[in-house]
């Protein structure tokens, strides 16, 4: 049997996670170590069985709330090849935000009519792309979208499914640079300046389209599941409100994405289930007490299902004590293959893979490589006493918006990325090479 982590990891850890005879940090039955030693640092680390795990919980959940129910997984978190392919595997849905997610999911063999195409400025080409492959609904956010999609649809002689991001005015607690709900957002149409009213009128007296309901996202990293009822009742009354005061019948209200995860042992998430029974359980309240038909809900998670599912391995390059001030250990990595510490002031833990029992008993700060003060990704981070150069430390919970927000700054290489299960690693995105980061450059 294996020994237990220290207090607070085994709850951010992927679900396999566990410790093997010789003390290192195994996942899918893989000894991370070895992951290291062989596919190179900084390395991505998903555990395939916890992917699937958050998909089926997800999708079970809201199947037990209302038969009608969709889940999208918000493809912007860990948009792959290998994680489409898994989600179409999982039987949900899948939202992309660009032409490149839409033709990352089409590669992948995602069927077209599973996905929903999002992005508050979509270009012409991505239109036409997104008409072409005959995606299943396009969420419009402005007056400008609505008339250029129309057009095109003209052009190609097809009549999409659309739906319109109205801005609920909800102010979610969360970091503002992840919190959309509100009205002073670049997202969306406005309920309370009632622009999103005109923005209903004008879409339904639109022919080339077919307006088929509405999406709202109140923003990321939420723990309060009553900020999702008050959203849910927000959209609601302003369906009823189209109904009534303009005719339209809209059947479905998507909800976005945003529930919060476990980055640290402070956090403290609700379960994907309880999430589920409050919205679908508010949607078919309110819409009862306001006498309309319950709307088919969908909701559009991403870090939820992919965050908690991976580790991002580094190796200890160099160890600098300040003396009375701190303990700087550098890493092989750093801001460019996880921006969130410095771009949102994300917080992480950290455990040492190769004595992964260790008590976490040393403070230190964890910093990257690149050449700038600020490329700090744990600023507080415990490990064990034994530290050394040569360690491999990993950080939990960087599967959503890591690997997808990773880039060359000081033209470093992105990392490449494993899925582990059943003692097997598997690369699904191979490491960058010089090459690679040279190959767009005129020589
Ligand atoms: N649906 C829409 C329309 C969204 O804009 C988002 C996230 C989601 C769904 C998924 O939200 P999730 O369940 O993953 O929280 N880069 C930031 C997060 C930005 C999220 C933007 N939209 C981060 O690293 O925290």
Not at 228 to 245: C, P, S, W
């Amino acid at each position: 049997m294996s020994a237990r982590f220290p207090e607070g990891l085994a709850e951010i850890l992927p679900m396999t996670a566990a410790i093997s005879a010789d003390g290192h940090l195994t996942i899918g039955g893989c000894d991370t170590v070895e992951l290291a030693r062989e596919f190179g640092t900084p390395l991505y680390v998903y555990d395939e069985a916890h992917l699937r795990d958050r998909c089926g919980q997800y999708r079970d959940s809201f199947a037990a709330e209302a038969e009608s129910a969709r889940v999208i997984f918000a493809g912007k978190s860990f948009c792959t090849l290998a994680m489409c392919r898994l989600v179409a595997e999982e039987g949900l849905y899948l939202d992309v935000a660009s032409g490149g997610e839409l033709a990352t999911a089409l590669a992948a063999g995602f069927p077209a009519e599973r996905i929903y195409f999002h992005g508050n400025n979509k270009s012409e080409s991505e239109i036409c792309e997104a008409l072409v492959a005959d995606v299943g609904r396009i969420v419009i956010d402005s007056f400008e979208e609505l008339a250029r999609v129309a057009h095109l649809a003209r052009e190609h002689g097809v009549r999409p499914r659309v739906l319109l991001r109205i801005t609920p005015g909800i102010e979610a607690h969360t970091h503002e640079f992840i919190r959309t709900g509100q009205l002073d957002s670049k997202f969306g149409f406005g309920v309370e300046d009632g622009v999103a009213a005109r923005a209903i009128k004008t879409a339904a007296e639109e022919p080339a389209v077919e307006l088929v309901g509405v999406h709202a996202h109140i923003g990321s990293q939420i723990f309060l599941l009553h900020s999702y009822a008050k959203a849910v009742d927000v959209m609601i009354d302003f369906l009823a409100e189209t109904k009534a005061n303009l005719g339209v019948d809209l059947a479905e209200l998507n909800l976005g994405g945003g529930l919060g995860i476990a980055y640290t042992a402070d956090d403290t998430p609700e379960t994907i289930a309880g999430y589920a029974s409050t919205i679908v359980g508010e949607a078919r309240r309110h819409a009862a007490e306001r006498g309309i038909a319950e709307p088919m809900v969908a909701v559009e998670p991403g870090r939820s299902i992919t965050g908690n599912a991976a580790v991002t391995l580094y190796e200890v390059g160099t160890i600098k004590e300040v003396p009375g001030i701190r303990t700087y250990v550098a890493v092989d990595g750093g801001m460019s293959d996880n921006l969130r510490p410095m771009l949102y002031g994300a917080q992480y833990e950290a455990l040492t893979a190769n004595r992964a029992h260790e008590e976490r008993t040393r403070e230190v700060t964890i910093a990257g490589k690149h050449c700038e003060s600020g490329d700090v990704l744990i600023k507080d981070a415990r490990l064990g006493a034994g530290l050394a150069v040569g360690d491999i430390i990993a950080t939990p919970a960087t599967g959503a918006y890591g690997w997808v927000m990773s880039n060359n700054y000081n033209a470093v290489p992105r990392p490449a990325v494993v899925f582990v299960a059943d003692g097997r690693a598997r690369v699904v995105v191979h490491r960058e090479s010089y090459d690679d980061l040279l190959r767009n450059q005129e020589p």
